[in-house]
């Protein structure tokens, strides 16, 4: 039986890491001119005006339209236009620097001593779409909303606030949480359950976002979001389209992080996506406003092309390598709970065909850890190069022999992940391990295989840092007492208490730089288990039509173009 998790707490001066941006190439004389990497690809595609319509070209329609739902990077995106929270990150494109500023707070929350009381002050001028003004008490609502057992399927990090982990939501219980307290409508003070110096980070997810007290219904926001960003939905059709327009009562000078340059989106799903690489390639007509969306990294069919093209190379953006592709192994099911197991299929996936499977070089690089190099102290380490030889003498050890062990591998139902899965696949099958794929619908998938009782035994999945530290991605991963009946984030339900002590250690280090070291060496001894395959760690190619200005990867929004940041060169054309 899942138990409910445990939120964890991380001590020390907060601060997110710098990220190394592609070197330029150099740009035009022009200030709108593209400025472009040393791989050709476009840096940035150059200056916007106000005005017009984007079209985002997708596949898969998105998990959720209610913020306290949904949580992968796209829809994380589209967020970012429909939604506001306390704080959010603002990205540097010359620097590459991450930055928290204030969202609906004026700034960084204040906070004392241990980090464990937290204190933001609302800005003026915040309103609905309906012109409702924003209040602290609102804020309050919405993180007690996401905490509903029927909706709490997002990020889980606000957890950390006392109480959060027994709370039944505020459907069961609209008395509310008292470690959450509204002085008045502007103030609104936290209190943790154990320090936690990187608040402000977990202020700036999908929970915090507000809404009015005791006015949503249970399952609204799905097709009824109410806005607080720079758009309001005007129409969505699940599965066909979401027409998003301007929300009149967005005031822009409240509003630091978010240039919403167009006058409204237009997003359309169920586009198959071999066509909607074909569209952006030839970008003609309408599709000189469009873009392909951050579901729909470009194929590899289709990638000589644009490499043959220094026009196609100067609309494609490279993402940046902010995300972990992994191989999640169920450690509960009978055979994977052997270590030795695990550790031959660690040695038995060749990553150099899951790159070729990804798109090859340009696309991604194989993964041998799972923090990301971006996380301060991580280390360089690969305890399990690809040794065929070694994986079946380790399943034999186990008391497997070629043929003996079926599994069931759980695979989003897009193209290139499929790919991904049949590498491994084929990668399996070499050392006796037959493997059948279990395609599940890509807008489902997060939701079908964070719920351990519909889970197989194999998923092939992704984490992208969420700040740059070891803390958010090993906790959510790795940490035993996190593993929950739905919205689970350790897929693999890796439970192992000497790790969960080592949580426990890491979480009592004072100093910032010593946690960080810490993390980077529990990242290894986590590996030593073998709970999961580190696969790959992709820079997915986005394209954009010749009219779309300002699209450049941003580490804010998971590596991918931001769609709060694009516009159009020349709304009239």
């Not at 943790?192 to 609204?220: H, K, M, N, S, Y």
Request: net charge negative.
């Amino acid at each position: 039986m899942a138990t409910h998790r445990r939120a964890r707490a991380a001590i020390g001066v907060f601060a997110v890491a710098a990220l190394t941006l592609t070197a330029c190439g150099g740009s035009g004389d022009d200030a709108d001119d593209v400025t472009t990497t040393d791989g050709g690809f476009a840096l940035n595609t150059g200056e916007t005006e106000q005005g017009g319509i984007v079209t985002v070209l997708g596949s898969v329609d998105l998990s959720h339209l209610d913020p306290a739902m949904g949580n992968d990077g796209n829809v994380n995106n589209v967020y970012e236009l429909i939604y506001r929270q306390l704080t959010d990150f603002a990205f540097d494109e010359e620097t590459g620097e991450l930055e928290i500023v204030g969202d609906l707070a004026v700034g960084p929350g204040e906070y004392n001593e241990d980090a464990t009381e937290w204190t933001y002050t609302l800005k003026d001028g915040l309103r609905y779409e309906d012109g409702r003004e924003i209040t602290s008490a609102d804020v309050k609502y919405g993180i007690e909303r996401s905490l509903d057992p029927a909706l709490a399927i997002g990020s889980d990090y606000h957890e950390i606030i006392d109480g959060a982990t027994d709370y039944p939501g505020v459907y069961e219980a609209p008395e509310g949480l008292d470690s959450i307290e509204t002085p008045d409508d502007k103030t609104i003070v936290f209190r943790l359950r154990g320090p936690l110096a990187g608040f402000d980070a977990v202020a700036a997810t999908q929970p915090f976002t507000p809404f009015p007290v005791g006015e949503i219904a249970v399952d609204q926001l799905d097709q009824q979001p109410l806005s607080s960003g720079p758009y309001r939905v005007e129409e969505y059709t699940r599965g066909e389209r979401l027409t998003l327009v301007r929300n009149e009562e967005w005031d822009p000078a409240t509003d630091e992080t978010r240039a919403a340059s167009p006058d409204g989106y237009e997003f359309l799903f169920g586009i198959d996506a071999n066509t909607v690489d074909q569209r952006m390639l030839s970008g003609q007509g309408s599709d000189a406003n469009a873009m392909a969306s951050s579901t729909n990294g470009m194929l590899p069919a289709s990638l000589a092309q644009v490499m043959s093209n220094p026009e196609l190379q100067q609309r494609t953006v490279r993402s940046l390598p902010t995300c972990t592709m992994y191989l999640a192994m169920n450690n509960t099911h009978e055979a994977l709970s052997d270590v030795r197991v695990r550790q031959a299929i660690n040695h038995a996936v060749d990553k150099e065909s899951v790159v070729t499977a990804t798109g090859g070089p340009a696309m991604a690089e194989p993964a041998h850890t799972m923090l990301t190099p971006s996380v301060p102290e991580r280390q360089e380490f690969d305890l399990y190069p690809t040794d065929q030889e070694q994986a079946i003498a380790l399943l034999e050890e186990a008391g497997f022999g070629e043929g003996d062990l079926t599994l069931t591998l759980d695979v989003r139902a897009l193209p290139k992940w499929q790919a991904q899965a049949e590498s491994v696949q084929q990668s399996l099958q070499a050392v006796g391990i037959e493997v059948e794929l279990n395609v599940i619908d890509a807008a489902t998938f997060y939701e079908v295989i964070a719920t351990p009782a519909q889970q197989n035994d194999l998923a092939i999945t992704g984490w992208c840092s969420s700040w740059m530290s070891g803390y958010p991605l090993l906790t959510s991963l790795f940490d035993g007492e996190s593993i929950t009946d739905t919205g689970n984030t350790n897929i693999s339900q890796f439970d192992e208490q000497a790790i969960n002590d080592r949580f426990d250690e890491i979480e009592a280090i004072a100093d910032i730089d010593e946690q960080n070291v810490a993390y980077g060496e529990l990242d290894r001894e986590i590996m030593e288990f073998a709970p999961v395959v580190p696969l790959v760690r992709e820079t997915p190619l986005q394209m954009v039509g010749e009219n779309i200005g300002n699209a450049f990867a941003s580490s804010a929004r998971s590596g991918y173009i931001d769609y709060s940041s694009i516009g159009l060169k020349n709304p009239q054309g």
